[in-house]
């Protein structure tokens, strides 16, 4: 049997195969560590990180809606410190990359952030730009184009890192985002972060989550994702890392053949541990079929 | 050890409109499971809903577990189509289960489909000499029971709606138990308000309980933070415990109840 070349170069990052995991979807990759050989990821994406500890939010966090969980939690993380001196050496245990997701409630915050981190030993730090600006009445960065063009070029010279941005859905043109985000350095983009919404308990006529509305994933939105990550690719000469809804090798396939030069595995995970162990062997065999000997040349290879 | 796979569903048992009984083939790949621990289940063959659903064990086989499970919403009822002979698949045993080594005396204390994994603690200790005293409390008539009448001292029932019954809340007989007797560990399961009010008692009076807890959940092992569980201590003077893997089980002096 002919050897696959499944390695990918993200720009400066090389993952071994283009499977990774969705940051806040495996912790600090412990509990699955557990299940599955995290060897055969291409790069674990940590939780969400921030500057200091967080307890995230109170009450219920979750409610599961057709093919769809939505979530609230708020950023629970035990913060950059913690992770720094705790978390790293575990994952290094493993031969995948580490991609430190970092979140922050202002610009200073992600630049002291990516500074700390750009000492450290993780492969490429994800700015995740779906938190909300406390400077900026809690709007989201990622959908102001002005305030992503601003986070993104100060994040990026505080950073020595391979740097991804993660674009937030719940924008109404993210072509325009992601071309500030490739002029001002970004090394990858990621895309997408969940999508806002809610759902009401008709009985006690209360929203199920005590914060009213969070963080839409899983099949639901994989239409739209796709569609996503199809638009900033044809746009942007950097490489996109698609997620959405992945959930099989079909939905993985569709995401590459749009333009993902890798794909995150989040939501999935929860209903099957081993979809990233799947998925892969799937891209394999899916290679093998149409007569693939590397990985690369299946990019962006829509037809038209 | 966690199992994550497929396994025979040996029997099922409708046990009463609510109310039914999975009997599992259990494979040594699982490991030991202890009572107050948890599976998650899929609901149905076909992948919908998405999510495993959290059930307990009801009891431990030498080659089988068991889960007894209530309809609540499209999860649950959907694995009522689930056939004998059918693989289900699964992931466990999840959890930190009751601690219970060493106890002469113990009361437990079960509200509705919260007996359930307390008949699997109760099941687990009869071989030895515990004294076993036994509260269940049932909003309509009740099932389940037959287990703890065998096998407790004393066997309290309270129903909302049978008359056959005392009516009430399990809090009016525990309340006098707790006058009278004293307990090695207490064991509580059952919904939210009761073991809220429960801890409420345990807690001016300076009992401590075991306390099996519940909440939505995701991945089940610890790793996606949405199954969290209010407890003291911590950076902030609280600290959020996940429940699928600090718990399901905590003691009653170490959660904080929401208003
Ligand atoms: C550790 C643990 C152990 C457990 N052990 C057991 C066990 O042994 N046996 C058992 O039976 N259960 C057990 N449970 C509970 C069980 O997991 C839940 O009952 C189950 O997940 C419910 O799933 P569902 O899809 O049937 O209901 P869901 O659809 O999730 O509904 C749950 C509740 O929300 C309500 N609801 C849902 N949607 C709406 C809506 N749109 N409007 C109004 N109300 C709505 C339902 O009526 C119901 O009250 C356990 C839970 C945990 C965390
Ligand atoms: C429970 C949960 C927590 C998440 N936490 C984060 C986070 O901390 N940082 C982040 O950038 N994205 C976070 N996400 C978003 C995922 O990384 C991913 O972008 C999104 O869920 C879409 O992929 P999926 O449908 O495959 O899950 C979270 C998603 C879930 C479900
Ligand atoms: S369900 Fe994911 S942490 Fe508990």
Redesign the pocket.
Known sequence: MNKLKMKVDLNGLTLNNPITV????YGFGREYSEIIDLNQIGAI?V??LTLEPREGNEGRRMVETPMG?I?S?G?QNPGIRFFIENEITFLRQFDTKIIA?I?GNTIDEYCKMAKILSDEDVDSI?L?I?CPNVKNGGLAFGTNPKIVREVVSKVRKACKKHLIV?LSPNVTDIKTIARITEEEGADCISL???MAGMAIDIHNRKPFLKRVSG?L??PA?KPIALKMVYDVHSVVSIPVLG????SNTTDAIEFILAGASAV?????NFSNPYAPLEIKKGIEDYMRHYGHVDFNTLIGDLRM | MKFVGKAKLLKKQIINEENFRFVIKRSDEMGCVYPGQFFNVSASKVGYPMLKRPISVSDVGEDTIEFTIKIIGEGTRAMLDYNEGEAVELMGPLGNGFEYGGYRKILVIGGGIGIAPLKGLINSLKKTEVEIHSVLGYRDAPYLYEDFAANSAICEIVSENDEQYNRGYVTDPVKKMLESEVYDMIYVCGPYPMLKNLTDLFNSKGFRAQLLMEEKM?CGIGA???CTCKTKNGDFGFKHSRMCKDGPMFYSDEVIFDE
């Not at chain 1, 995150?264 to 999935?268: K, L």
């Open positions: 969705a940051s806040g979807t994406s939780k969400g969980m979530n939690v950023l997701n979140n994800e995740n779906s993660k997408i972060n969940t963080g994933s899983g939105i997620m959405g809804g992945i995150a595995i989040g939501t999935a | 995701a996606c933070l949405v």
